[in-house]
């Protein structure tokens, strides 16, 4: 069975910075891509980073580049997400998400978020 | 940036009807589009990949189209678990991959 679980959420004030964690299990996760999606509270769904299998290609939403860096660890099955300057519209539920293949950019499986809050 | 339209915002239903969800795209994105099932309190599910692929353990029920710009998602037949809201994808511009706004599927 294929797990995803997030860690690392909780509330931060404006500017400060958070590193959420992805453990995974269940597949082999050095043969997929993997990303970050980003649910705020009562809205809908925003992509917000992705890494292929061997970290060659990354890629970031507009809305949070030069502020997010996105890693992973294929010896322990781990995907990272790097939160610099944070801002009160960065406020989300943060998903950790697999790719349906090495990179289709297409997510079937998800974990159960963590909880970005960012105030004062 | 493509944008996705989504309509209706809210759709309502009974069960054993049959529901037709449609995402328009602001340009071409040949048939790189998902579907994703949200029920309160859970993470999205994969439903419809390339327009039309069904994913891996997603009822025959739930099926996808595409006309140009414009794709569907059709529910044949309601059933109570599908009351759900559900968001169409993108992936043609990556790496600026967009999500549509949703649609709400409630019961009547």
């Known amino acids: ?120 | 940036e493509i944008v996705l339209t989504q309509s209706p915002a809210t759709l309502s239903l009974s069960p054993g009807e049959r529901a037709t969800l449609s995402c328009r795209a602001s340009q071409s994105v040949g048939s790189y589009l998902a579907w994703y099932q949200q029920k309160p309190g859970q993470a999205p599910r994969l439903l419809i990949y390339d327009a039309s692929n069904r994913a891996t353990g997603i009822p025959a029920r739930f099926s996808g189209s595409r006309s140009g710009t414009d794709f569907t998602l059709t529910i044949s037949s309601l059933e109570p678990e599908d009351f759900a809201v559900y968001y169409c994808q993108q992936r043609s511009s990556w790496p600026r991959i967009t999500f549509g706004q949703g649609t709400r599927l409630e019961i009547k």
């Open chain 1, 1 to 120: 069975e294929v797990e995803l679980e997030e860690s690392g959420g909780g509330l931060v004030q404006p500017g400060r910075s958070l590193r959420l964690s992805c453990a995974t299990s269940g597949f082999s996760f050095e043969d997929y891509a993997m990303h970050w999606v980003r649910q705020a509270p009562g809205k809908g769904l925003e992509w917000v980073s992705g890494i292929s299998w061997n970290s060659a290609t990354i890629a970031y939403a507009d809305s949070v580049k030069g502020r997010f860096t996105i890693s992973r660890d294929n010896t322990k099955n781990s995907l990272y997400l790097q939160m610099n300057s944070l801002r009160a519209d960065d406020t989300a539920l943060y998903y950790c998400v697999k790719d349906l293949s090495i990179t289709r950019y297409y997510f079937d499986q998800w974990g159960r978020g963590t909880l970005v809050t960012v105030s004062s």
